[in-house]
C-alpha cells in the first residue's frame, strides 16, 4: 500500500501563513483524489480540502475557504496546502489522504479515502 508523507507543519502566531506537502510516492495522481484532514484534540476528524487529480478541482470545508488553497505539482507527485490567515481554531494534526476517483463519493469525507500519511502538527498560538 502507498504510503504519504506530509512535512510542513509547526508553530505560528495567529495570522501566520504556513505550507504543507504531501509527498505520494508512484501513486498515479491522475486517478485519485487527495484531501486534507485534520483531528484537533478531543474532535473527531474532519475534511478541510481535497483536490480532483484528473480536473484539478479543489474543494474546501467552509471553516477555511479562502484562506487555504490545495495545489498539485504531478511532476513530483506532490499535493500542496497553503494556508494563510491562520487562527488557533485551526489547531490540529494535519494528514492527508489519498482515494480513487472512480469510488469517492464525497470529497470532504474520510471514509472513501484508502492511503493515510502519520500526519503534521499545526499550532497557532500566540
Known amino acids: 500500500q502507498v504510503r504519504l508523507v506530509e512535512s510542513g507543519g509547526g508553530t505560528v502566531q495567529p495570522g501566520g501563513s504556513l505550507n504543507l506537502s504531501c509527498t505520494t510516492g508512484?501513486?498515479?495522481?491522475?486517478?485519485?483524489?487527495v484531501g486534507w484532514f485534520r483531528q484537533a484534540p478531543g474532535k473527531e476528524r474532519e475534511g478541510v480540502s481535497s483536490?480532483?487529480?484528473?480536473?484539478?478541482?479543489?474543494y474546501y470545508a467552509d471553516s477555511v475557504q479562502g484562506r487555504f488553497t490545495t495545489s498539485r505539482d504531478n511532476a513530483d507527485n506532490t499535493i500542496y496546502l497553503q494556508m494563510e490567515g491562520l487562527k488557533p481554531e485551526d489547531t490540529a494534526v494535519y494528514y492527508c489522504?489519498?482515494?480513487?476517483?472512480?469510488?469517492?463519493?464525497?470529497?470532504?469525507?474520510?471514509?472513501?479515502?484508502?492511503?493515510w500519511g502519520q500526519g503534521t502538527q499545526v499550532t497557532v498560538s500566540s
Open positions: 483536490i480532483n487529480g484528473w480536473s484539478g478541482t479543489t
Open positions: 489522504a489519498a482515494g480513487p476517483l472512480s469510488r469517492l463519493l464525497a470529497y470532504l469525507k474520510e471514509d472513501d479515502y484508502e492511503c
Open positions: 508512484v501513486l498515479p495522481l491522475e486517478y485519485y483524489a
